[in-house]
């Protein structure tokens, strides 16, 4: 299984765009980078997931490198209410969660 | 279309005690998995379930069952509860039979032991 490495922290101003990276250099071919994020006190959210092609979905953008070595989500105009821990988690089955990044919105 | 479900929502119980936490799964989802979460963690797999059988355990023992019903709904049991096992209990259910079909999960069951 790949290992995901996250920052651990991101501040981001309400309005900008948030880019949380990801590196997952030991990804094999055929496994998909999943993004999850966990709002206080509530159950991991799915939010995207993508294999070679970049993709996007009415909440973010994922962005994954050639060599697939890394990916990048992006939350366009992020908000208050994405202010969350991000997951970024390769494989699916099961979901292997790390630490993720903390995401914190700024007025 | 019905997301996944939880209850209880809370749960205290005593350390000895045995507990059943239960989740129905998201319409058109047959695959059931459980994990735990402590407290400033992230959530770890204890096990899932698909066609009402085990299918793929996380590092818990045995104490940690489950069951899955026909309606794909399912049950986490603990036994002989130990106060380690204070946490938040999530379910996700997804559609097995494509790999790349995300897990989608409720929010949780929050156990506290005394």
């Known amino acids: 299984d790949a290992k995901t490495t996250q920052p651990p922290s991101m501040d981001c101003a309400e309005g900008r765009a948030a880019n949380l990276p990801c590196n997952h250099s030991?990804?094999?071919?055929?496994?998909?980078v999943y993004w999850y994020r966990q709002i206080h006190s509530q159950g991991p959210q799915y939010i995207i997931h993508?294999?070679?092609n970049n993709e996007t979905n009415e909440m973010a953008s994922l962005i994954i490198t050639e060599d697939r070595k890394s990916s990048t989500l992006i939350l366009p105009h992020a908000t208050l209410r994405d202010t969350a821990v991000y997951y970024c988690?390769?494989?699916?089955?099961?979901?292997?969660f790390g630490k993720g990044t903390r995401l914190s919105v700024i007025a | 279309e019905t997301g996944v479900t939880q209850s209880p929502t809370h749960l205290i119980k005593t350390r000895g005690q045995q507990v059943t936490l239960r989740c129905s799964s998201q319409?058109?989802?047959?695959?059931v998995s459980w994990y735990q979460q402590a407290l400033g963690q992230g959530p770890q797999f204890i096990f899932q379930?698909?066609?009402?059988?085990?299918?793929g355990r996380g590092n818990f023992p045995p104490r940690f069952s489950g069951l899955q019903f026909p309606n794909y709904s399912s049950e986490l049991n603990v036994n002989a509860l130990e106060l380690d096992d204070s946490a938040l209990y999530l379910c996700?259910?997804?559609?097995?039979?494509?790999?790349?079909?995300?897990?989608?999960f409720g929010d949780g069951t929050r156990l506290s032991i005394l």
């Open positions: 993508g294999l070679k």
């Open positions: 996700a259910s997804s559609l097995s039979g494509a790999k790349n079909q995300p897990q989608h």
């Open positions: 988690i390769a494989p699916n089955t099961p979901l292997v």
């Open positions: 379930y698909y066609r009402e059988e085990e299918n």
């Open positions: 030991t990804i094999s071919g055929n496994e998909y």
């Open positions: 319409s058109g989802h047959n695959t």
